[in-house]
């Protein structure tokens, strides 16, 4: 297998992946695929332009299915995406079908490497990649809170006025309204955020933490409403998912897992912090969730089992 990644879908989110990528220098082979032909290779003469300009030689062009044998990661961005007032949720009938549609062209393909998958509801869609492609779970992961997890990590940065390179903070369960934040394992630097609430004079207080809590949840929505969509957060996280992968940096990341037993569930993806790597996720990280925390998991848990149970496969 190549360095190389293909993106499927070159809508809003697949192209702020790959203009993120060549901005990056992330890969060295970039292939696009869209049912609309004449718009992934538009897309590809357009990054090619700025080839110049990038971190790196790369090879950008405009392929189809049989372009992915030899690559190391696929990620699947097409799909619909959510309007104004709809939930991720929603969107589950509309994008199974589009799923199986690419899997089926993908499993023709003989690709052999890891299916990355950013297409809502994104935990839900990953089951179904996976089921319908019958790969290695670990090698079939969801993007997850990854882009949630960056979105705690920038609002609470700016509460405390600090990079938010220091603040390790994790939104887990699904990418969506039954997600939350472990805060038993949210830390500024060393310092554990729930202890520096707790203080009298401290700069943040539980009720800013529920505020946060709130707004990193429901900011999606109010992106939508500005702008109809979002997009560059989540290309900069995919990027940062295929540097973990091609780079084999084992990284913590609140990606979407397949839970095989860990806290105590079973047949079901969804985000929490895993360890990134060559192969895809090499483990989830099994946090001992204070008590409430442990009910939010479970109750986002069995929201996803029950939407998965309404698919027709
Ligand atoms: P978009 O801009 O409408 O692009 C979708 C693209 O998919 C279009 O170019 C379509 O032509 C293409 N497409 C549709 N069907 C197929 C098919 N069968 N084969 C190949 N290509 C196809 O949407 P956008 O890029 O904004 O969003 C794409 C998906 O990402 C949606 O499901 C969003 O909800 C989802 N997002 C996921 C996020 C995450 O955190 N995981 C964040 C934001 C959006």
């Known amino acids: 297998m190549k360095n190389k990644v293909v993106i ?16 990056q220098g992330t890969c060295e082979e970039l292939v696009l695929i869209d049912i609309d032909k004449d718009k992934a290779k538009g897309e590809a003469m357009d990054l090619n332009h700025g080839l110049n300009f990038g971190k790196r030689k790369m090879k ?31 969107l589950l009938n509309k994008n199974t079908k589009i799923m199986k549609n690419i899997i089926d062209n993908i499993k023709a393909s003989g690709f052999n490497g ?13 089951y179904i990649a996976a089921k ?5 779970k670990h090698k079939v992961i969801g993007s997850g809170t990854t882009l949630d997890s960056s979105r705690l990590r920038y ?16 939104v887990m369960g699904e990418h969506g309204d039954s997600q939350f934040v472990a805060w038993s394992y949210a830390l500024q630097g060393v310092q554990p955020i729930y202890q520096m609430a707790s203080r009298k004079d401290s700069k ?33 996280a995919l990027t940062a998912i295929t540097r973990a992968i091609l780079e084999n940096e084992n990284s913590i990341l609140t990606v979407s897992s397949y839970l095989n037993g860990e806290y105590g569930h079973n047949d079901v993806y969804i985000a929490a912090p895993s360890v990134v790597n060559k192969d895809g996720v090499r483990e989830v990280i099994q946090l001992p969730l204070e008590k409430e925390e442990k009910e939010k998991f479970d109750k986002s848990i069995k929201v996803m089992k029950e939407n998965i149970e309404k698919i027709e496969l």
């Open 8 to 23: 499927v879908g070159t809508g809003m989110v697949g192209m702020s992946y790959a203009y993120s990528m060549v901005n």
């Open 155 to 170: 609002t609470l940065s700016e509460k405390l006025d600090v990079n938010p390179k220091n603040v390790h903070a994790y």
């Open 60 to 90: 950008i062009y405009a392929g189809d299915y049989k372009d992915c044998s030899d690559a190391y990661i696929i990620c699947i961005t097409a799909g619909a995406i959510q309007a104004e007032g709809e939930t991720r949720l929603d």
């Open 204 to 236: 943040i207080t539980f009720d800013d933490l529920a505020k946060i809590e709130d707004e990193v949840k429901n900011v999606a929505y109010e992106i939508i409403k500005c702008k109809k969509s979002t997009y560059y957060g989540i290309g900069m």
């Open 132 to 136: 319908l492609s019958g790969y290695d």
């Open 114 to 126: 890891i299916l990355l998958i950013a297409t809502n509801p994104v935990d839900i869609m990953t």
